[in-house]
């Protein structure tokens, strides 16, 4: 019985060649008799492929447009086909499955779909068949000690090859990427993107990697989860005792008192004020105060002799 191919592929007689192999492409994964069980599935699918193998080849189609099946099937007068329109009998091979593995590729089309000449199986691949993925793509991801203790969320616009509809071509096409900086994240923390690199038909696209690199700060310097802190101070503050005002990172003034003698290897502990514990972001580390003793660069007699005087004790 005789049918339209335009209308078996459901598409129109000004449909381009991409529009064919779209409509092909999708009609022939729906109907293929390993995916669909409907009694009509086999019929369908072979229909599609007598369809698609006419109207992809630009005499047979030729030929169809102006003669009709008749005309494609019984053949026609020699004189007409001189304008290129097909003039020798047309009869379709009648195996769907070879027009389907000739357009997904041969004969291993699609890792996904085919292991060599095993059946369509579209709930996985077959066993010992898998596509590779991409390597990582890494890049940095600078950010401040502020972003890093209080979080923050940073878009970054990434171009990326992507699959056009038809499944054959790609083109390039940005996309923004959201990355939720959470509260103690420390240097080197990777944070990945699955599969947002380039696509291709025959690959897994590569996971997209940030790696975090901490900027370095006017007045404190981290080490772990630590906060230090150096404060330049005399010989006289170091003997006899100061404070000092630390401004910390969620705009509060500290003003620790120093009664202890100050030095060079001395330390002052502030606990619970250094940065979160990315785990736990309720959790603090300490601020540590280190001291740098300014000495004087010379000292006259009379004031070496008060010194001393000063410094004089008893075992």
Known sequence: ?????????????????????RAYRRLALKFHPS???????????????????VLSDPRKKA???KFGEEGLKGGIP????RSGAWSSKYAYHGDPHKTFKLFFGGDNPFADFFTNEAPLQFGGLQPGVSKTQDPPIERELHLSLDDLFHGSTKKIKISRRVMNEDGYTSSIKDK???????????????????????????????????IVRQKSH????????????????????????????????????????????????????VTGEGM??????????????????QFPEKLSVEKKQLIKEALAFKC
Request: glycine letters at 6%; hydrophobic letters at 35%; one cysteine or more.
């Open 63 to 65: 030929t169809y447009d």
């Open 35 to 53: 995916n669909n069980r409907e009694p009509e599935s086999s019929d369908r699918f072979c229909e599609i492929g007598e369809a698609y193998e």
């Open 1 to 21: 019985m005789a049918f339209d191919y335009y209308e078996t592929l459901e598409i129109n007689r000004n449909a381009t060649d991409a529009d064919i192999k």
């Open 78 to 81: 020699p004189e007409f086909g």
């Open 218 to 269: 006017l007045q404190f310097v981290r080490q772990d989860n630590d906060l230090i802190y150096k404060v330049q101070v005399s010989l006289e503050m170091a003997l006899t005792g100061f404070s000092v005002d630390v401004e910390t990172l969620d705009g509060r003034l500290l003003t620790i008192p120093i009664n202890e003698i100050v030095h060079p290897s001395y330390k002052k502990l």
């Open 176 to 210: 923004i990427l959201t990355i939720d900086v959470k509260p103690g994240w420390k240097e080197g923390t990777r944070i990945i993107f699955s599969k947002e690199g380039d696509q291709g038909p025959n690959s897994i696209p590569a996971d997209i990697v940030f």
């Open 276 to 293: 979160p514990v990315s785990q736990d972001p309720s959790q603090r580390g300490n601020l540590i105060i280190t001291f740098d003793i």
